[in-house]
Structure formats: C-alpha cells, structure tokens
C-alpha cells in the first residue's frame, strides 16, 4: 500500500487557541491517532522540536546555517492510503493542523530505507 509522509504545520500568528479550545483539539488528536493506530495507518509520527539547521552542499563547498529553514514543521506522520485521495481524507480528519495546514507527499517504495536501530541502516 502506498505509504505519505504528512508535514503538519503550526498555526499562524493570530489564530491562537485558548486553554479550553487547545485541551479539546488535543482530546481530538489523541483521538485521530489512536484510531489511526488502530486501523493500521500511522506508521509513525512526532512533534518537531524548534532546534533545528540546514546544511548545503554546492560545487564542493558545505555550509551549516541556523537560519533561513522557511516554512515551520511542527510535526510528522508516515500513513499508509490507497492513493493520494485517501491521503487527502486522513489530512482532513487530522486536528493536529486545525487551525494550520498540512503537506501531503506520496513516498516512493523503491527508496525504503529500513533500519533495524537507530544507528545502522539496511537498504
């Protein structure tokens, strides 16, 4: 089946919750992804912490910067859909991105890269 990798990103300035809207959309996630768990569709997922850098390679040359990273993730899951459109309805029903938005990209099954811990990897 093929396998999405969902970016979910934070809300905007200005769309703040209050404590008793975020305590409800957090009842609702844990929701969606214990169901998602349950039906076999979340591979995996996690928040993503504000440290972060970008490292660029161009004609040899490497450089390592803490600024400039664009569009913030807040978090990641890897789900299983029958197509992009099923993906797109995980998407939806998805509390984590409300208000916020979520990226949807299809993986490419050939270029699994498995890992048997967190410091070898088998391809």
């Known amino acids: 089946m093929p396998r999405f990798l969902l970016l979910l990103s934070p809300a905007m300035p200005g769309d703040d919750l209050s404590p008793t809207q975020l305590g409800a959309r957090t009842v609702r996630f844990m929701a969606w992804i214990a169901d998602g768990a349950r039906r076999g569709v979340i591979e995996s997922g996690a928040r993503v912490l504000e440290r972060w850098a970008v490292v660029t390679r161009h004609g040899g040359v490497t450089t390592t910067s803490e600024d400039g990273l664009g569009d913030r993730i807040a978090g990641y899951f890897v789900v299983e859909a029958g197509d992009l459109e099923d993906a797109k309805v995980l998407a939806r029903a998805c509390p984590g991105a409300d208000p ?24």
Do not use: H
């Not at 299809?106 to 990897?121: G, K, N």
């Open 100 to 123: 916020g938005a979520i990226r949807i990209l299809e993986l490419d099954p050939e270029a699994v890269v498995v890992t048997s811990s967190p410091l070898r990897a088998r391809v």
